[in-house]
């Protein structure tokens, strides 16, 4: 048993291709075209505690042309189209709930252009972030949105992603120029110009950045670039208490530090980090900090933070300035989630992610780390609290219905718990299939009805990635 979550599925009627749809795709497609049960379970299982919900069929593009090619073919017999990147989303949003074709943009993996005069990219959908900056080095710049995997911009796109770089260079939204996206009707559209600003038309890349796959393919992005900072310096700080080290954060920002990085991580989880990276760390509640400018800036930022930290009670600030120093420093917060993983042997983590304004954070995450504790539930907490965003990894057997339906349920109090600070089900995961019981408290009837009118009219009959986000009534 995998999990005792259920699938909220509009229908149950599986859309599948015809043996004539199949027949004209491995015709176009030869060996990138699959129907092994294999390939069909790997593009139909996520980082969710959903059981897997394999597709029908697997094409993976090399092109533009391609992919409109498939979405065409699928359309005229209104069978479902899934977008894949790396795998690596964790809402249950590639699930092939109602089967159909998913087309897998890890061979469209070609960096288009590199222009530092524009301070810009220009990739297509399964290019990683590690990947465009690795072909950035040398030019003085990088791509910055971090969600932690190694995640397709295109997948990225989608789910509006963020992470932990967001305190100080924005979210994917914040770092997009324009898109190329195929349309329900198989045309290939360009989402907006190169330009730095337009006030020509509809934004309609930023409609579907967050969308999900459930407007369109998008098979090219242009994003924003920024300049290394001439020096780098991290540091970690203990505190008494989490609203001691949101406090610190807080302030710093108000003062106007820019930070680069501001990651909260609670005493249970460096617990497991120091277990998993034999780390000596003190299990308090903990910041992971990071400035960048020019030397004298970056030790002006670090004296305020210094004076800041102490007044809010953390402890001496360990320094890395060095490239390996910081590397070292921040290895454990990057391998924060496998860590809390091994706190429980056989377990699986329901990963949650609320996002609350910066003034209702510490509460919020007092409130929830006693419902945590009054519930006898193993949860570490970790976040980027720059941003107020963060994350309780509650770790539940996968076969044991009890623990699997109380971590739901903590889970729904929770987002209420976000809804009510004035936040958000979702900060950087998505809507998924998971969210979108919550759409209509977070946007009301009338804004949750305007989102499935946009669906209805990009996509009239319902054939990208089905099911989710803002599913359409049967009909």
Same mark, same amino acid.
């Given at each position: 048993?995998?999990?005792?979550?259920?699938?909220?599925?509009?229908?149950?009627?599986?859309?599948?291709?015809s043996?004539?749809?199949?027949?004209?795709l491995?015709g176009? #497609?030869?060996?990138? #075209?699959?129907?092994?049960?294999?390939?069909?379970?790997?593009?139909g299982?996520?980082?969710?505690?959903?059981?897997?919900?394999?597709?029908?069929a697997?094409?993976?593009?090399?092109?533009?042309?391609?992919?409109?090619?498939?979405?065409?073919?699928?359309?005229?017999?209104r069978?479902?189209?899934?977008?894949?990147?790396?795998?690596?989303?964790?809402?249950?949003?590639l699930?092939?709930?109602?089967?159909?074709?998913?087309?897998?943009?890890?061979?469209?993996?070609?960096?288009?252009a590199?222009?530092?005069?524009?301070?810009?990219? =220009?990739?297509?959908?399964?290019?990683?972030?590690?990947?465009?900056?690795?072909?950035?080095?040398?030019?003085?710049f990088?791509?910055?949105?971090?969600?932690?995997?190694?995640?397709?911009?295109?997948?990225?796109?989608?789910?509006?992603?963020?992470?932990?770089?967001?305190?100080?260079y924005?979210?994917?939204?914040?770092?997009?120029?324009?898109?190329?996206?195929? =349309?329900?009707?198989?045309?290939?559209?360009?989402?907006?110009?190169?330009?730095?600003?337009?006030?020509?038309?509809?934004?309609?890349?930023?409609?579907?950045?967050?969308?999900?796959?459930?407007?369109?393919?998008?098979?090219?992005?242009?994003?924003?670039?920024?300049?290394?900072?001439? =020096?780098?310096?991290?540091?970690?700080?203990?505190?008494?208490?989490?609203?001691?080290?949101?406090?610190?954060?807080?302030?710093?920002?108000?003062?106007?530090?820019?930070?680069?990085?501001?990651? $909260?991580?609670?005493?249970?989880?460096?617990?497991?980090?120091?277990?998993?990276?034999?780390?000596?760390?003190?299990?308090?509640?903990?910041?992971?900090?990071?400035?960048?400018?020019?030397?004298?800036?970056?030790?002006?930022?670090?004296?305020?933070?210094?004076?800041?930290?102490?007044?809010?009670?953390?402890?001496?600030?360990?320094?890395?300035?060095l490239?390996?120093?910081?590397?070292?420093?921040?290895?454990?917060?990057?391998?924060?989630?496998?860590?809390?993983?091994?706190?429980?042997?056989?377990?699986?983590?329901?990963?949650?992610?609320?996002?609350?304004?910066?003034?209702?954070?510490?509460?919020?995450?007092?409130?929830?780390?006693?419902?945590?504790?009054?519930?006898?539930?193993?949860?570490?907490?970790?976040?980027?609290?720059?941003?107020?965003? #963060?994350?309780? $990894?509650?770790?539940?057997?996968?076969?044991?219905?009890?623990?699997?339906?109380?971590?739901?349920? #903590?889970?729904?109090?929770?987002?209420?718990?976000?809804?009510?600070?004035?936040?958000?089900s979702?900060?950087?995961?998505?809507?998924?299939l998971?969210?979108?019981?919550?759409?209509?408290?977070?946007?009301?009837?009338?804004?949750?009805?305007?989102?499935?009118?946009v669906?209805?009219?990009?996509?009239?009959?319902?054939i990208?990635?089905?099911?989710?986000?803002?599913?359409?009534?049967?009909?």
């Open positions: 048993m995998d999990s005792v979550v259920n699938i909220p599925v509009r229908s149950n009627t599986r859309r599948s291709p043996p004539e749809l199949l027949a004209l491995q176009r #497609f030869a060996e990138r #075209f699959s129907t092994s049960k294999v390939v069909l379970l790997q593009h299982t996520d980082e969710s505690t959903y059981p897997p919900q394999p597709p029908d697997v094409v993976f593009v090399r092109s533009t042309e391609d992919a409109a090619f498939v979405v065409r073919a699928c359309a005229r017999e069978v479902p189209v899934i977008g894949f990147g790396v795998g690596s989303s964790v809402e249950g949003h699930l092939a709930v109602e089967g159909g074709v998913c087309v897998d943009f890890s061979q469209m993996d070609k960096v288009l590199i222009r530092p005069g524009d301070l810009t990219a =220009t990739v297509e959908a399964g290019v990683t972030r590690g990947q465009l900056n690795a072909a950035l080095q040398g030019t003085g990088f791509f910055s949105v971090d969600p932690g995997a190694d995640a397709s911009i295109g997948g990225m796109v989608a789910t509006a992603a963020s992470g932990t770089n967001t305190v100080r924005g979210t994917m939204r914040d770092n997009l120029v324009s898109l190329t996206v195929i =349309t329900a009707e198989g045309e290939i559209v360009r989402t907006a110009s190169r330009a730095r600003k337009s006030s020509a038309g509809y934004n309609l890349t930023q409609l579907y950045c967050g969308s999900e796959g459930t407007l369109g393919l998008i098979t090219e992005a242009t994003v924003r670039l920024h300049p290394h900072p001439e =020096t780098y310096a991290a540091a970690v700080v203990h505190f008494p208490s989490v609203r001691a080290a949101v406090g610190c954060v807080i302030e710093s920002i108000q003062m106007g530090v820019p930070l680069a990085r501001a990651e $909260l991580l609670d005493a249970l989880t460096i617990r497991a980090v120091n277990a998993h990276s034999r780390t000596a760390l003190g299990e308090h509640p903990t910041l992971f900090l990071e400035f960048g400018g020019s030397q004298g800036q970056v030790d002006e930022q670090a004296a305020v933070v210094r004076e800041i930290a102490g007044g809010h009670g953390g402890g001496d600030l360990q320094w890395a300035r490239p390996e120093e910081r590397s070292r420093l921040w290895t454990p917060r990057h391998h924060a989630y496998f860590a809390c993983l091994q706190l429980k042997a056989g377990c699986r983590s329901l990963s949650t992610d609320a996002c609350v304004p910066l003034s209702a954070l510490a509460q919020c995450i007092e409130e929830t780390q006693a419902d945590i504790a009054e519930h006898g539930l193993l949860a570490p907490v970790l976040g980027h609290v720059g941003d107020g965003n #963060f994350h309780c $990894l509650v770790l539940v057997d996968p076969g044991s219905a009890q623990e699997n339906e109380a971590a739901e349920a #903590f889970s729904h109090r929770l987002v209420q718990r976000a809804l009510r600070h004035g936040g958000t979702t900060g950087e995961h998505g809507v998924g998971h969210k979108m019981k919550y759409l209509v408290d977070e946007h009301g009837e009338h804004g949750v009805a305007l989102m499935r009118a669906k209805k009219a990009l996509d009239p009959h319902d990208f990635n089905p099911g989710k986000v803002v599913a359409l009534a049967e009909g």
